[in-house]
């Protein structure tokens, strides 16, 4: 029996990196799985794994940006696989300069995609939890969302407010048997940091606040998520799963 049998969970950001991995091992582990991603054939090569390897999931296209793109997106998901029990708020892009190179265009959009996206993500499915009488929702923070570092400054500030947002959710609807937590990965191995880590400077100075002084694969952040998705993590909710290899440990 797999930790998420019989469960709903939707992914947003789902068809690569981190989202990927996490849809395919809580498919693994028994979840049907909505796909949710603006890339469709990433969403949709990831539906295959996942149905190669004989789990359910279904490819949604979502905007996290956009509340008429989570209506669908839902109502759909809630169509092929009954109500939603799982809401994983992933999706998010990196913009890598401090406050005086940041244009305003790039701080609303930054914040439309990683902090609003979040906000309609858990709004649109509340309804659905609230109808199975449960829900975990994990948002993916970043320790950029509790530690200060140079040249990030509209990314850290979307990841911030993540981490609150996810306290606010989870006072308010604990009373529906809806935890809400968030997660923290240090430095992941994924498209996003690619360039990033292919750069020695810059992968010295990420790597070098790292205590295990390596990247983490996508799949050891899936883990964590899995964990706080399934029942196993009953009593926990508003709380902040850190899985950054040591960063901010010193
Ligand atoms: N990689 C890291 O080191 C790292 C560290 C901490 C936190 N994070 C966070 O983890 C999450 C996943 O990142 P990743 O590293 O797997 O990156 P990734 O670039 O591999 O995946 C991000 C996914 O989000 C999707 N996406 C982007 N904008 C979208 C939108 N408007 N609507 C729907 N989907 C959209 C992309 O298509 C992509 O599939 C992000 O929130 C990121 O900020 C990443």
Redesign the pocket.
Known sequence: MGRLQNKTALI?????????AEARLFAEQGAQVIV????GD?AQSVVQDITDAGGSAIAVH????DAASWDKAITRGVKAFGDIDILVN?????IMKPVQDTTEEEWDRIFS??AK?VFLGTKAVLDSMKATGAGSIIN?????GIVGAPSAAA?QAT?GAVRLLTKATASDYAPFNIRVNSV??????????DELLADPEVAKDLLGTTIMER?AQ?EEVARAVLFLASDEASFMTGSEMVVDGGYTAQ
Do not use: Q
């Open positions: 947003s950001g789902a068809a690569s990196g981190m989202g990927a949710a991603d603006v890339d990433g979502l905007d996290v940006a992933n999706a998010g892009i990196l995609i990683n996206g993916i923070s970043s320790i950029y990314y990841k923290h990965p240090g430095v992941i191995a994924t498209a996003m940091t990247p996508p």
